[in-house]
């Protein structure tokens, strides 16, 4: 069988280097080019020094027409742009990482990408919105709850994500004299993944929805810990029993039995869940590595439900616990 042949669009960033990592160890597909305006001409491990020895390819403004695959690693808004200037063969199967394509609406096909969720269609489809990490972590906490019926209609969340999240380019945020034992919150109940996140509860669960999110910045690179509660008169027990129930025949999201912590996902496509009942209240533990499973893990998890491929090819993955 040949490889499937990927391309991304925007190879020099983070999600671009982590697919350039998991491509190149994948055993069913390949990075076929690595589109960068910035970096072209030079080798990817200008941009991913830990890529030295690991692959040839370079960075190039070229666009072939005949991958099998195209992933975009572009900026949010910047996905259209690049679309409306550059357009990619009819056919061709699309994987965006940008929020340009995850809310619904009659002008354009792309099927939301969270596979816990929309598995059978994102087998079926050509063009995948990938979710927002925050937005990855919410919704598995939730996922099963929903899709029950059972949440309440006030849901309270707390999420701080790691540097990595802000993207490659430096910043004030990110800047390390600013970032290192420091904790800040930024976008209190404004974050741009709401949106996609009330999407996915009002179709499980149609009804009114208060969603308290305040996300945070956290003094690490890489993971999200989110920390959800809401009112249930449901006894603990019934919902361990719906989320193990739930998560089954989903090969990477996980139900602990004790507290979580982010090195037991970080470097993974891992979720981990846990949950606790505190009087009237459920509290609920999502923890994610956001450039894996909150974005390029996931992505190539869309890529093998595509094609056909076993959910989990490539994708095992080894946490560094210390």
Do not use: W
Not at 37 to 65: C, R, W
Not at 130 to 141: D, E, M, S
Not at 179 to 188: D, E, G, I, W
């Amino acid at each position: 069988m040949n490889k499937i042949k990927a391309g991304i669009i925007g190879a020099a960033g983070y999600t671009g280097g982590e697919l350039l990592r998991l491509l190149i160890h994948h055993p069913l597909a390949t990075p076929f080019f690595a589109h960068s305006n910035s970096m072209a001409g030079k080798p990817v491990y200008a941009a991913h020094p830990d890529l030295l020895g690991e692959t040839d390819l370079h960075f190039s403004t070229a666009i072939p027409q005949d991958a099998d695959i195209y992933f975009l690693c572009l900026g949010h808004g910047e996905a259209r742009k690049f679309l409306a200037a550059s357009p990619l063969p009819p056919d061709a199967r699309i994987i965006d990482l940008s929020q340009d394509f995850r809310i619904t609406d009659a002008g354009h096909d792309y099927v939301y990408g969270l596979p816990e969720l929309n598995r059978d269609k994102i087998a079926s489809a050509r063009r995948i919105a990938n979710p927002g990490c925050f937005a990855t972590a919410i919704q598995l906490a939730l996922l099963p709850v929903v899709c029950a019926g059972l949440l309440d209609e006030e849901i309270h969340v707390n999420a701080v994500t790691g540097s990595t999240g802000a993207g490659v380019k430096p910043s004030e945020t990110t800047h390390f004299s600013y970032r290192n034992n420091n904790y800040s919150v930024y976008k209190a109940f404004d974050h741009q993944h709401e949106a996609e996140i009330k999407q996915t509860l009002h179709a499980q669960q149609p009804g009114s929805f208060e969603l308290n999110f305040i996300p945070a910045r956290g003094a690490f690179s890489r993971g999200i810990f989110a920390t959800l509660y809401f009112k249930t008169p449901e006894p603990e027990e019934a919902f361990t029993a719906l989320f193990e129930e739930y998560y089954v025949n989903h090969p990477f999201t996980f139900l602990s039995s004790a507290n979580p912590d982010l090195k037991q996902v970080v470097n993974t496509n891992k979720c981990v869940l846990y949950l606790k009942k505190h009087g009237s209240n459920l509290l609920i533990h999502s923890v994610i590595d956001n450039l894996l499973k909150g974005a390029s893990g996931q992505a190539v998890q869309n890529m093998n439900l595509m094609f056909g491929l076993p959910e989990s090819a490539g994708l095992n993955l080894k946490a560094t616990g210390f």
